[in-house]
């Protein structure tokens, strides 16, 4: 009967997410036990411009905000998509993540989760270069998709040049060939080379 209420009275929209903190000083039971009673949220996808003041005003729209630490990029000092966001009740806070995750703030759709508590030194970045991991996944899947595009781009480009649209009525076995002439050309396995290299360096 207890379950049944419990799933009954449940909200979804301040639930723990999956995601836990790597770099957490303690075991797990302490790490749940924090996240459950916390007031702190982690909230990203923040654009590098936004300010603490705009954070603040959206926030203090569900209740008294505490504190704000924008997050900083390690190296430059300088904001890198992210901030800390601590209410004063864990009420407020729970308002935050019903009505405030997956907003709009500066053209940027914010999330927002809860987070065991900011401790100095947590406002930096983690990524190699000093940014946010998240934000350099990002900018790899990018490169990753637009070289990738570029290599059709090239084969296409060099189909049409090579093998106008008499070969669309050869027969389907034929209609290879053109694709191997290609592959066999300096310019392309020259162009190839290239993106592929480009292709790893971005891994």
């Not at 009505?99 to 053209?107: A, H, P, Q, S, V």
């Not at 987070?115 to 899947?141: I, L, M, N």
Request: charged share 25%; with cysteine; proline share 1%.
């Amino acid at each position: 009967m207890s379950i049944k209420l419990n799933a009954l009275f449940s909200d979804s929209y301040v639930d723990i997410s999956q995601y836990r903190d790597q770099h957490f000083k303690g075991n797990r039971y302490e790490q749940e036990k924090l996240l459950k009673q916390s007031c702190t949220l982690y909230v990203g996808n923040l654009s590098f411009y936004t300010t603490e003041e705009q954070v603040h005003e959206l926030f203090s729209k569900s209740g008294d905000v505490k504190r704000i630490i924008i997050g900083l990029d390690k190296v430059k000092k300088t904001a890198c998509g992210f901030c800390f966001v601590e209410y004063y009740t864990r009420a407020d806070a729970e308002n935050a993540m019903r009505f405030i995750n997956g907003t709009r703030l500066d053209d940027r759709i914010i999330r927002t989760d809860w987070d065991a508590g900011f401790k100095e030194g947590r406002q930096f970045g983690r990524g190699k270069s000093g940014g946010q991991v998240s934000d350099k996944a990002q900018k790899k899947t990018a490169m990753i998709t637009i070289i990738i595009a570029l290599i059709f781009h090239e084969l296409f480009s060099l189909l049409a040049t090579q093998h106008k649209c008499k070969n669309l009525q050869k027969p389907k076995s034929v209609f290879m060939l053109p694709f191997l002439k290609i592959f066999q050309r300096k310019d392309f396995l020259s162009s190839l080379s290239i993106s592929v290299f480009f292709f790893f360096f971005a891994i």
